[in-house]
Nanobody
Framework: QVQLAESGGGLVQAGGSLRLACETS????????IGWHRQTPGKERELVAA????????YYADSVKGRFTISRDNAKNTVFLQMNDLKPEDSAVYYC?????????????WGQGTQVTVSS
C-alpha cells in the first residue's frame, strides 16, 4: 500500500520561503514518480512540480519555474519542495502524489495535503 505524508505548510509573508516534505516508504520512493500538486477552492488541482524515480526527470509548471525546486533525499525516503519568493497566488492546499510511470502521467496515490498561506 502506498502511503504519503506531507509536512511543512504554514503561513508566510509574500517573498518568503517554505519547504514542504513528502515522506513515503522506501518501496514507493524507489519505484514511483512523486508530484506536488496544489488546489484552491473552485479550481482544479494543478501539478506544480514532479520528479521521477529513475533518471531524475523533473517537471515544473510555468507559474513556479525559477522559484520552486523539487528534490529527493534517498536516505530519508522523502521528496522536498523548496518554495522561494512566495506570492499570495501560491496559497493553496498542497498535496504530494505518486504514480509508477512518470512525472506527467496520472497520479494514483495521494497524501492528505498541507495548507500553504501567503499573506500580502
Amino acid at each position: 500500500q502506498v502511503q504519503l505524508a506531507e509536512s511543512g505548510g504554514g503561513l508566510v509573508q509574500a517573498g518568503g520561503s517554505l519547504r514542504l516534505a513528502c515522506e513515503t516508504s522506501k518501496h514507493t520512493f524507489s519505484m514511483y514518480a512523486i508530484g506536488w500538486h496544489r488546489q484552491t477552492p473552485g479550481k482544479e488541482r494543478e501539478l506544480v512540480a514532479a520528479i521521477s524515480w529513475g533518471r531524475l526527470e523533473t517537471y515544473y509548471a510555468d507559474s513556479v519555474k525559477g522559484r520552486f525546486t523539487i528534490s529527493r533525499d534517498n536516505a530519508k525516503n522523502t521528496v522536498f519542495l523548496q518554495m522561494n519568493d512566495l506570492k499570495p497566488e501560491d496559497s493553496a492546499v498542497y498535496y504530494c502524489a505518486a504514480n509508477p510511470i512518470g512525472v506527467r502521467y496520472p497520479y494514483d496515490y495521494w497524501g492528505q495535503g498541507t495548507q500553504v498561506t501567503v499573506s500580502s
